[in-house]
């Protein structure tokens, strides 16, 4: 079958707005597509060549665009993630890859890398028991300081909470029995805002204000999203984190503290840009499928070469 018979799997268990701005922009490529549900896949193995079904593909697709690893439990999210890894051995494009999706939904892993880089990232700890982490708690807010708790693979200003020596450690149904504990950054004037930038194929195409009523300056917690012009300081940041973590295209998300100096906060593998859309005037879905298709080119080529010899 040609490549240009073949269709690109959307995963997503909710395609909404950003499912139909990717759908529009493929069809704009004269590319088919459909939205699949990690859920719903099966993987056969039988000693023959196909190991994935996707429901709705006779064949296997031309590419997967990621918009969605749903949650559950850890064998759920190993099985999700071992059908992306299946398909990215078989040949087929996947958009962020799996690796990637890997390193940056594990915030513990990203942290790592990019310190280990020399990236700006706050001081952080993590560990498993209660013991540690109350230790490390008493040590470092002794004097009236403050750290932040996170989910390991959280999104959205989801399950975060500031803590000190009166709260204490606070146990929420997103702790998962790992305690991620980051220095709180205080920020300019106490003025709540961070910076969201869009890189893509190793550049950064835009950038954001997000600014809060409260220390948590999600869009989904209800902060606005106000335009910025990226300078080479804050573009430069996003970009090593983006080839540090070897990702095709990532929002990254940057916090300035009060005597100015950055710091990486994370690295989103599966970004919205819903907000971001609303302050730039270029469409950044036609972007990241230009960027998508790109992609799946190149390694069609690889693909053939390999054939070849
Ligand atoms: N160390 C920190 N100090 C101060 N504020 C923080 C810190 N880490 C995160 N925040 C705030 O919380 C928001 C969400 O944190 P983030 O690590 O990006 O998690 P999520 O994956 O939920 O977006 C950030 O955008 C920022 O506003
Ligand atoms: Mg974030």
Redesign the pocket.
Known sequence: MKASQRKIAIVTDDPGWHGRKLTTSLKEHGIESQYVSLTDCIIEINGEGKEVTFPGFDTLPLGVFVRGVPGGSLEQVIFRLDILHALNNSGVTIYNTPRAIERTVD?PLTSLLLNRAGLPT?T?WICETLEHAKSILNKETANGEQ??L??LF???????H?VDNKSGLIHDEKFAGIYYL??????QNNE???I?VLVIDGIAKAGML?R?EE????R??G?ICEPLIIDKKIADLAESACKVLDIDYAGV?L?QDKNGQF?I??V?SIPAWYGLQSVVDFDIASCLIGSFVKQIAKNNQLQACSDLN
């Not at 980051?182 to 920020?187: A, D």
């Not at 220390?215 to 999600?218: E, H, K, L, P």
């Open positions: 915030k706050p952080t750290l932040v996170k989910p959280g999104s959205q200003g989801i399950g975060i500031l980051q220095r709180f950054i205080e920020r709540y805002t961070d969201r997000r809060g220390w948590i300056t999600n989904a917690q902060a998300d916090m710091y906060i994370e989103n």
